[in-house]
Nanobody, 115 residues
Framework: QVQLVESGGGLVQPGGSLRLSCAAS????????MGWYRQAPGQERELVAA???????NIAYSVKGRFTISRDIAKKAVYLQMNDLKPEDTAVYYC?????????WGQGTQVIVSS
């Protein structure tokens, strides 16, 4: 059974950094695309970053140069390093796993960027 559990969210000042973690169970990383999405109040959920089973990364233009996605296959974890955070990065961040027609979501972790 697939389970995704996010952690690492919180309140941070503009310009600060956070590292989100996603602990994944029931996932075969080599054949699964892992991603981070976010959803701000009143807005649609959007892709922030993804990493394919082969390790190819894709970063949304809005966060390129500030956010980095990585994974640790041995620890069965995916990370989102977020630097130079801006108020517009405030959202609930969700871990996502996608393989063929199967899609799984974590429960989300709140990130608030505010002074």
């Amino acid at each position: 059974q697939v389970q995704l559990v996010e952690s690492g969210g919180g309140l941070v000042q503009p310009g600060g950094s956070l590292r989100l973690s996603c602990a994944a169970s029931g996932i075969i990383f080599s054949i699964t695309t892992m991603g981070w999405y976010r959803q701000a109040p009143g807005q649609e959920r959007e892709l922030v970053a993804a990493i394919t089973g082969g390790g190819i990364t894709n970063i949304a233009y809005s966060v390129k140069g500030r956010f980095t996605i990585s994974r640790d296959i041995a620890k069965k974890a995916v990370y989102l390093q977020m630097n130079d955070l801006k108020p517009e990065d405030t959202a609930v961040y969700y871990c996502n796993a996608r393989r063929a027609q199967y899609v799984y979501w974590g429960q989300g972790t709140q990130v608030i960027v505010s002074s």
